[in-house]
């Protein structure tokens, strides 16, 4: 049992540390409800931001494009990335080692040399710049996430579940639908979940491969922001960090019943 002051200082180190992290946006999202449009000073309470917000029609339009490719490219990586993860951990293979160091390439390579090869290899199939570009792009860089998040999950995995559901009968399909990716499916989730963030909160990537009428969020908040900080961008911030605080809700939910 640690002495009293010890926990004193314990408790005092960890709260600064959280102190540090979440006081600046504990300020944004007050000052999202400040009738001022000078963020440096509070004259009352308002919602008129919220609603200005809800009337912008480029804010939602650019809202919208972020999830339609947030949602496709979630689904494209999180197909390809379980699938390249089941398929790396059963077989072996000549080029096994380089194949899963190559899965850190795209983790690791600048955004704006990722940015810039994608807009050269769009340009070279003709794959016109928009919404489609953007989810090849998003799935492209999310990829990586599920399939090394998979793998981890995967590496305590007993095998001798499949061999058991082979030998009662059920087909390769079968054992991979009731066997292993019930098993792996919380790992499936968070690298879902890692997909959907990232590619929510992208922005250099798509500058490169957006195109006219596809404008995501950031996108938007980073032209927004080159103007000025109104508490408009303090609304939508607070909305963002909203909606992830219910992904993050949602998913230590479900794991908490799988647990259970």
Not at 169 to 176: E, H, I, Y
Not at 235 to 243: Q, R
């Amino acid at each position: 049992m640690w002495p009293r002051w010890k926990r004193w200082v314990a408790g005092s180190y960890v709260f600064c540390i959280y102190l540090f992290l979440y006081l600046p946006i504990m300020i944004l999202v007050a000052y999202s409800f400040n009738r001022s449009k000078l963020n440096a000073i509070w004259t009352g309470f308002t919602l008129n931001w919220y609603i200005a917000l809800a009337r912008d029609t480029t804010i939602v339009h650019a809202a919208w494009n972020s999830l339609i490719v947030a949602i496709f490219s979630t689904i494209i990586a999180a197909t390809i990335g379980t699938l390249g993860a089941i398929g790396m951990f059963r077989y072996r293979f000549r080029g096994k080692t380089v194949l899963s160091a190559l899965l850190y390439i795209p983790m690791i390579m600048p955004e704006i040399v990722m940015g810039i090869s994608l807009l050269v290899f769009f340009s070279m199939i003709k794959v016109p710049l928009g919404l489609i570009s953007l989810i090849l792009a998003h799935a492209t860089f999310c990829i990586p996430f599920v399939a090394l998040t998979v793998i981890a999950r995967l590496e305590g995995f007993d095998r001798h579940l499949e061999e058991a559901a082979m030998d009662l009968g059920a087909n390769n399909l079968q054992t991979l639908r009731y066997v292993t990716i019930p098993v792996i499916r919380p790992g499936i989730l968070a690298g879902m979940l890692l997909s959907f963030t990232l590619s929510l909160d992208d922005v250099i990537i798509s500058f490169f491969v957006s195109g006219p009428g596809s404008m995501t969020l950031p996108l938007k908040i980073y032209s927004m922001v080159k103007v000025a900080v109104t508490p408009e961008i303090n609304a939508l911030s607070t909305v963002m960090i909203v909606i992830t605080l219910v992904l993050v809700l949602v998913a230590e939910s479900f794991q908490l019943k799988k647990a259970a």
